[in-house]
């Protein structure tokens, strides 16, 4: 069997609020500005490949007491990576060792990309990575996942699917994959032995 791994949130930390957070002065307050402000679908949006400076602009726009903050998103982008989720990328050295087919399928702006693959070696160790911002389709788009079964030459029916959206899992499943959604390293473990793709423990 063939993997197809999300990346954010499932073998790289990822959360605007640890580039928000020493901004505000509650955990309430820091809430509602991701809820209301830098939301999930404004970031989608860039995600889905529009230039991240449009939409910071047109959300200065939309909130104007926000400026200089959302300004951050864009100049400072870096600080919403944390390091990489180490139980993980252990599996991951463990599918490769194998010589199992292991490729990425990430919604990720163009733009900011690069700045992971400096930092966090192992994402060389991908056979092919598909970035939602370079080909203008995030995922759950069942077009997104076709174009990237079709670049990394994989079949659905020998293909699992991780990641950590319960939305994009079941994309995926309609599609025909078998797919998994991502809860931690150690539920990732047992699934993949369930499987037979790893030993049930660690080495």
């Known amino acids: 069997m063939d993997l197809l791994f999300d990346l954010g949130a499932v073998l790289i930390e990822w959360d605007p609020r640890r580039l928000y957070r020493p901004h505000f002065p509650t955990e309430a307050a820091l809430e509602r500005f991701m809820a209301e ?6 970031n989608h949006a860039i995600d889905a ?12 726009a939309e909130h ?9 998103y864009q100049r400072d982008w870096h600080l919403t990576l944390g390091g990489a ?3 993980t990328v252990d599996l ?14 990430s ?10 693959r400096a930092r966090f070696e192992f994402l060389g160790w991908f056979d092919r990575i598909v970035i939602s911002g370079e ?5 759950p788009d069942p077009a997104l996942f076709r174009l990237a079964l079709d670049r990394c030459g994989l079949a659905p029916a020998t293909t699992l699917f991780i990641d950590d959206m319960p ?13 998994v959604r991502f809860e931690g390293p150690g539920q990732l473990r047992r699934e993949l032995a369930a499987r037979g793709l790893v030993s049930s423990g660690t080495r």
Request: charged share 25%; net charge negative; glycine share 6%.
């Open 107 to 116: 919604n990720w702006s163009a733009e900011t990309f690069p700045v992971a």
């Open 167 to 179: 939305a994009n899992v079941d994309a995926a499943r309609a599609l025909g994959l078998d797919a």
């Open 37 to 42: 402000v830098v939301t999930p679908a404004w």
């Open 135 to 139: 080909v203008g389709l995030a995922k």
């Open 64 to 72: 104007p007491a926000f400026t200089e903050l959302i300004a951050l």
């Open 92 to 105: 991951l050295r463990e599918l490769k060792d194998d010589g199992r087919k292991v490729c990425a399928l």
């Open 85 to 87: 989720i180490q139980g």
């Open 49 to 60: 490949g529009k230039p991240m400076a449009e939409a910071v602009r047109e959300l200065q």
